[in-house]
């Protein structure tokens, strides 16, 4: 393993992501005494350093309901503020000289994808590139093209080992987990493919809607915010063939595989919706045809999922916020036992739900009581929270994956390409999109999409 950073830069340090997810990820590494550096916080917003510090307090009590004084005045001792336009040299060489004991500091780009490269170019400019690390946050590019030309730009500056695509869902222990379900169990691996699954199906479901971030939001839209990356990882995880090996490469190689056989996405097997009352909202243009929520089918050109659809919908203002994946399989070849009302047998589900609480449930036919012998679904249920105990968020294990300068977790390449290939056919489409309630499960379009879509078990 490298080196581990000396320092922490967090560019747009005034924002959502920063407020949300990376102060409390700092607050934590600094718990378990992996964060003794300086953390220098960059943004236009004039900060002083109590304006920082009250903006991280608060960030760690509305993460975790409560802040242990010893811990965040630690935390406190290595913050630093530094304002300035990212368009000026003078920022960076005043940065150059904060930085100035610093042998491997860590550049996070928690601020919006347009400002990426002018940022990545200033570093370079005052020579900090060179001996940096740089995190950029997703979406990475806004199509291809200009993923390519990102790339462009980051390798010109840096290293390619120092560069890191966040992909937080590479992050969650859910997430990770789909690894270990597939390959250390024998169970399922015989019934993972067309022969026993209908489809698979994946639901990012929000109950909020842009939550201040409309401006950004509507400049990306959720094929792009969600679609293009964590919900076509997860797909990846799920589709993929047994590694080579237990290495990270052959995963990687095999999930980067299972993508280059997905076909592209298709207009015509693809629905967008925006929720009632998104163009009134500050920062979104009054005619705006970006999408807040997206439902398609994927299909894959592979002997194991030949004819499986996969059905994937992600959404603002759903009527929960969950992100589930329900694999159904086929019913029995012959129905010897009738479900509720003589009807068919429901199918096997099996859940894994990869959100806040996250778990694995699988719904499996028993006896219904009686005189009849009719089957009825019963859930066989596993909650991670209860049965493993707590688990680092994703965002802290990224942080300190990154510090360390361990690739593992993070999205390759190659993975992100394939991911812009596969949702081009549907980025920007000139066709209006379709308006939906609040709280409701997108258009009505959507609904027929997947035949029958499995509604979340879990609303947190
Ligand atoms: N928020 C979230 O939940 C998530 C966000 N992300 C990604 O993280 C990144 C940051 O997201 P988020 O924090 O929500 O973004 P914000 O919209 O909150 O922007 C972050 C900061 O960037 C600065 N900024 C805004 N617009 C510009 C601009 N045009 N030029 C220069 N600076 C600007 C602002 O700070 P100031 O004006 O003070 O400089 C702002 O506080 C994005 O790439 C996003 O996709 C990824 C996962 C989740
Ligand atoms: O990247 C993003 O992800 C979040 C959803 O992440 P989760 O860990 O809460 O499931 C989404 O709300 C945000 O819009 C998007 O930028």
New binding site residues.
Partial sequence: MDLRSDAVVLF?V?????A??LFPALYELTRRGRLDMPVIGV???RWDHQQLLTAARKSVLEAQGRVDDEVFDALARNLTMLSGD?ADPDTYQRLAEALSAAERPLFYL??????FTPVVDGLAGAGLAARGRVVV???FGRDLATSHELNKALRAAFDPERIFRID?YLGKEAVEGLRVFRFANRLFEPLWNAEHIANIQVTLAEGFGTEG?A??YDR?GATR?VLQNHMLQVVALLAMESPADAGDDAYRAEEIRALGQVEPLSPATTVRGQYAGYRDETGVAADSNTETFIATELRINSPRWAGVPFYLRTGKLMPSTATEVVVEFKTPERNLVPGADAAAPEPNLLRFRLGRHDGISLSVQVKQPGAEVTAVPVELPVDFDATLGHRREAYERLLDDALDGRHLRFAREETIEQEWRIVEPVLDLPEPVLSYPRGSWGPAEAQTLAGRWHAPTTAH
């Fill in positions: 747009g005034t924002g959502d992501l920063v949300k997810k943004a236009r917003s990212y928690a601020i919006p994808p347009a400002v946050e997703k979406p937080h971030r401006g950004f990306v915010d």
